[in-house]
């Protein structure tokens, strides 16, 4: 599995995701192996899906990260894990895309897009069986959405038989750290409808209220916001990482979530979500767990409480103690009660993946421990709010044209950002005749 981190979001997603990674396969800051790893049978802890074995027996992760300027991958090249990453892993400019989408995918310098497409490339080649391909960024930077979008043409174009999926984090219109966050989201949107095979969204607003709510974090920095990114993204991969009795690969991902090509947006469920304290009080069955990860303030995209929510389909990643009987168990209760529910054209199906080594726990994040943890990943209207917020955002903007003057001078015209807003619209209002019982039919 080769992932890919893009733009300053994205590396600070990186340096989440690799500090979990690390503790999960037993290795140590410098890519060793640690005591607990040598004393293991090779199959209870395969790193090979993240690692790659170098002959002097250090383990290098598979993955690129990218940044049009050097700040941020500085700190990874002198911080902990300076000794992870190959340095044909890190690759950084000399000055950013200033939040501007134009910038990042017309002006990014050849040396970087080359050196970039070349270290993908060579990822893929030190691979024995290429799994898939994951791209990490930030909608709403200059970076994340130009660069990133760029990448995921070229990799659609290279490697257009392996699946690739892409995991977004985007911005909230009440949290937003620059006025032209809705162009970059929703140009940075529209690309991966056409390159790639699922899009798994997140947003900030989701993830500050479980820092607030659930994990009792007065005052969360986006290392803690990108530490429950990296606890997700760790229960997707786990039943490919970890023995288990079922297992839920990135081909099973898209067969099973997507109904139609252009209906390919997966939102995210996890849980438990308990501060420490709240965790040493007692454990959770897995029954509350499933029904846990299905509620609005486990889901990692906010919703409004007035909405209904409805499933088109839904994939779920157990880890621990948690048993294929329990499972199934729990999933026909909550079928008969409807206390889920699915549209009618689509049958009521759920792909199930099943793990037996628990979530590992970074100490900082505030996650409390738990035996059993549960991750959904489910194709659903959840994803209307994130979208009908976008598309008000930049006809707001677009009404008075505003900063269009910086996108256009970057060799962008206003029609590129139209037919993106048109695209949207289009998505948006699919998702919401889901209902319709002649949907199969009029839609996609």
């Known amino acids: 599995l080769v992932q890919i981190f893009v733009g300053q979001g994205g590396a600070q997603i990186a340096d989440a995701c690799w500090e979990l990674f690390t503790q999960e396969h037993f290795i140590t800051p410098s890519g060793e192996p640690s005591a607990c790893l040598c004393g293991q049978e090779q199959g209870d802890c395969d790193g090979s899906a993240f690692f790659n074995l170098t002959q002097r027996g250090f383990y290098v992760p598979r993955t690129l990260i990218v940044d049009t300027e050097p700040s941020v991958l500085d700190e990874i090249r002198t911080g902990v894990y300076r000794n992870l990453f190959q340095p044909s892993s890190l690759i950084s400019g000399c000055e950013d895309s200033a939040s501007n989408f134009a910038r990042g995918y017309y002006s ?29 960024r ?24 392996i699946s690739r999926m892409d995991f977004g984090v985007i ?24 390159h790639v095979n699922l899009v798994s969204l997140v947003d900030n607003m989701a993830l500050q209220r479980i820092c607030f709510c659930l994990l009792k974090i007065i005052k969360p920095s ?15 991969t786990s039943t490919f990482r970890f023995p288990g009795p079922t297992t839920i690969t990135m081909m099973d991902l898209y067969t099973n979530l997507v109904p139609y090509p252009d209906a390919h947006f997966a939102m995210i469920g996890f849980a438990p979500l308990f501060d420490l304290e709240t965790a040493c009080k007692g454990q959770v069955d897995t029954t509350q767990l499933t029904e846990l990860v299905f509620a609005p303030a486990n889901q990692l995209v906010h919703q409004h409480e007035e909405e209904l929510n409805m499933y088109l389909t839904c994939c779920l990643f157990y880890r621990g103690n948690a048993c294929v009987r329990e499972v199934n168990t729990c999933i ?13 054209w689509c049958p009521t199906g759920f792909k199930v993946g099943i793990s037996y080594q628990p979530m590992t726990i970074i100490e900082a994040s505030r996650i409390g421990p738990s035996d059993t943890s549960v991750m959904a990943l489910h194709n659903s209207t959840l994803f209307r709010t994130p979208l009908h917020e976008l598309t008000k955002a930049v006809e707001t903007l677009l009404q008075r044209n505003a900063f269009l003057h910086w996108y256009m001078a970057e060799g ?6 139209e037919n993106s807003l048109g695209g949207l619209k289009k ?7 889901v209902r319709m019982l002649d949907y199969a039919l009029h839609v996609f």
């Open 412 to 417: 962008l015209e206003r029609e590129e950002i």
């Open 222 to 236: 986006f290392t803690s916001l990108n530490r429950i990114i990296a606890q997700c993204m760790s229960g997707l």
């Open 332 to 344: 026909d209760e909550m079928r008969s009660s409807n206390r889920l529910p699915f549209v009618d």
């Open 427 to 433: 998505l948006e209002a699919d998702y919401n005749s």
């Open 108 to 136: 990014t310098p050849c040396s970087i897009v080359d050196a970039s497409y070349n270290s993908i490339r060579h990822l893929a080649e030190a691979c024995d069986l290429l799994h898939g391909i994951i791209f990490y």
């Open 138 to 161: 930030t909608y709403g930077g200059g970076t994340g959405s130009g660069l990133g979008c760029r990448l995921l043409q070229h990799t659609a174009d290279e490697f257009c038989k």
């Open 171 to 194: 911005p909230g219109v009440t949290l937003s750290s620059g006025p032209v966050e809705p162009y970059n989201a929703v140009l940075a949107t529209q690309v991966p409808v056409e």
